[in-house]
């Protein structure tokens, strides 16, 4: 009878091996795992930052003024005199923000120079919500960056009063002169309407370079006028600090309490008076009339007829009639004259550089250099 002996066993070991090569392969995938899953937060991390930043650039290109009144904004007082210095401010985004800076690379040499301030926006996306793990604090980061100029070029002034529609002078006291009253600029026409569209009474003779224009058909007059009176009336290019109606007209105190204020004034009633002085931007949409003593400093566009009465003072630049301008407008017959401007005694508009440029400021902007964007600008 054979006797039982103990015999070296390789179950276990196997057992321990297999378990040993399961675990390592087990970590492995685990560890591809997390490397994938942190690869795609973090693309998905550089797209959102690269949206954020994109879209935060485009708004300071367009609201730069608005952003630069907001807390913890640090922004140049005028692009387009400093000689150094840049704008600093954020735009905050759904799940994230971006912070942009514009920095001043050449600055404008004087106003003999005609090569407006060159600048280098960049803008640097930031996304919070990618986060690579619970405990993580890295977010991920995106910049672009474009060249711009600082843009001061807001009207062309073809005249003291330019009126597609004709104008009407009564009476010889008063003054439309087209000579620059802030001495900066080229003299420009005095009164500028299409041909025999105007009338005057009492041997007014206007002043300016030339005096009188009357040379141009109403079709040559609208193409010289640059102003984009569909896009003002119909799409709101140049949006309105006041719009009357609803609002009320800002009355003489609040102008007088700040002398910084140069509103832009949307006036929708048709045949509204101007109630006091100002300064500023009026767009009228129809017939605007401007009586007794008020005067006005800016800029006056007029969709219909304009008819001033009394003795006042408008300095800056008027154009009315610019309904002529909108799609689908009739046009009249040369010489027709029923829908002439007019101006009646004593009277003062003369042409201003200076009201012109105050009034404008807020229209200023930044204005992209084509092919100078980049992506992946450094971060310092």
């Not at 692009?79 to 735009?91: H, K, Y």
């Not at 600048?119 to 919500?129: E, I, L, M, S």
């Not at 002034?157 to 009407?168: E, I, K």
């Not at 400021?361 to 310092?380: K, M």
């Given at each position: ?9 390789f ?20 560890a ?39 807390t ?37 040499l ?46 062309k ?12 002078k ?15 600029k080229?003299p ?37 006028v ?18 009357v109606?609803p ?29 006091n ?17 008020n ?5 006056i ?19 009315s009639?610019?309904?002529y ?30 009201y ?25």
């Open positions: 009878m054979r006797r039982l002996q103990n015999r070296i066993g179950a276990l070991p196997l057992v321990v091996v297999f378990l040993v090569v399961l675990s390592f392969a087990l970590a492995a995938g685990l591809a795992t997390a490397a994938e899953g942190s690869t795609s937060t973090a693309q998905r991390g550089q797209n959102r930052a690269y949206t954020i930043a994109e879209q935060g650039l485009q708004r300071f290109l367009v609201s730069r003024d608005s952003l630069c009144r907001q913890g904004a640090s922004c140049l007082g005028d692009p387009g005199v400093a000689t150094s210095g840049f704008d600093s401010v954020q735009v905050n985004a759904t799940g994230g923000y971006a912070v942009i800076v514009s920095r001043l690379l050449r600055p404008q004087g106003i003999k120079d005609t090569i407006p301030a060159l600048y280098f926006v960049r803008a640097r996306g930031v996304d919070t919500t990618s986060k690579l793990r619970g405990g993580d604090t890295t977010t991920s980061v995106r910049a672009v960056g474009l060249m711009v100029q600082w843009s001061v070029v807001t009207m002034v073809t005249g003291a009063w330019t009126s597609l529609s004709g104008l009407d009564q009476g010889s006291a008063g003054q439309i002169d087209g000579n620059d009253q802030c001495g900066k080229p420009v026409a005095g009164i500028m309407v299409p041909q025999g569209d105007y009338t005057a009474s009492g041997g007014f003779v206007p002043t300016g370079s030339p005096p009188l224009d009357t040379t141009k058909t109403l079709a040559q007059l609208d193409s010289l640059t102003i984009d009176w569909n896009a003002i009336v119909n799409n709101n290019l140049l949006p309105a600090d006041y719009t109606p609002d009320g007209f800002p009355d003489a105190a609040w102008f007088a309490a700040d002398t910084s204020r140069w509103p832009v004034i949307r006036v929708h009633t048709n045949g509204y008076a101007l109630p002085a100002g300064r500023g931007i009026i767009i009228a949409d129809s017939d605007f009339t401007i009586s007794g003593s005067m006005w400093q800016g800029i566009m007029i969709g219909g007829k304009l008819t001033s009465n009394g003795n006042n003072t408008t300095s800056g630049t008027t154009v009639g610019l309904n301008k909108l799609p689908g407008a009739i046009q009249p017959p040369p010489g027709y004259i029923n829908d002439n401007a007019t101006a009646n005694g004593t009277k003062s508009y003369v042409y201003n550089s200076c012109i440029s105050r009034a404008t400021q807020r229209l200023r902007h930044y204005v992209a250099l084509a092919n100078t964007w980049i992506d992946d600008v450094p971060v310092w």
